[in-house]
């Protein structure tokens, strides 16, 4: 494990890698813009503690997890305290890869916010991202039930039927 801090990273070309984009869409689109700011600080704060994982190559590193130091790093203001911050950092390579990296990190992400998040419109999105292959890998099931993200992300399912959603369909 090595150290780098946020303006290194910054200086660096740094992309999602390809097969968890959808993932990072999530966290982008339907959870971030629902944390109040206070608790966006504090998750920024843990995103510098956490181990982040790239593939490395020449040109750019392919971000694997840590979905709050991706927005850390695009960020165009951002405070020079944060730029001198120090990450821990890990290069992997595709051998080493499990989609179950960023998923769990972001089923915790949701399980840890889920009284603001529209959690039916969130599992429609992971159903959809899921193949028939990654839910084998990861529950030994071809499906998603709404079961196991209940299960999760820690709530019954009475209670997720219960939850209102606004764009669900």
């Known amino acids: 494990m090595n150290t780098a801090s946020i303006a290194k990273l910054q ?3 740094i992309l999602i890698f390809p097969q968890f984009i959808g993932l990072f869409d999530i966290y982008t689109n339907q959870i971030r813009p629902l944390i109040d700011v206070h608790t966006l600080e504090i998750e920024q704060s843990l995103a510098y503690s956490k181990p982040t994982l790239f593939i490395k190559n020449e040109e750019k590193w ?5 979905f709050e130091l991706y927005h850390l790093l695009k960020s165009p203001h951002i405070d020079q305290k944060i730029l001198k911050q120090e990450m821990l950092i890990s290069d992997i390579n595709k051998e080493q890869l499990k989609f179950g990296i960023p998923f769990y990190e972001l089923i915790g992400i949701i399980a840890q916010h889920k009284k603001r998040l529209d959690l039916k419109l969130i599992y429609k999105y992971l159903n959809e991202l899921l193949t028939k292959e990654t ?3 990861l529950f030994g099931k071809n499906i998603f039930p709404i079961t196991i993200f209940c299960q999760l992300i820690n709530i019954t399912e009475q209670t997720y039927h219960k939850r209102p959603s606004e764009n669900a369909s």
């Open 135 to 137: 839910n084998q890998q």
């Open 62 to 66: 392919l971000l694997v997890n840590n």
């Open 11 to 13: 200086r660096t070309t």
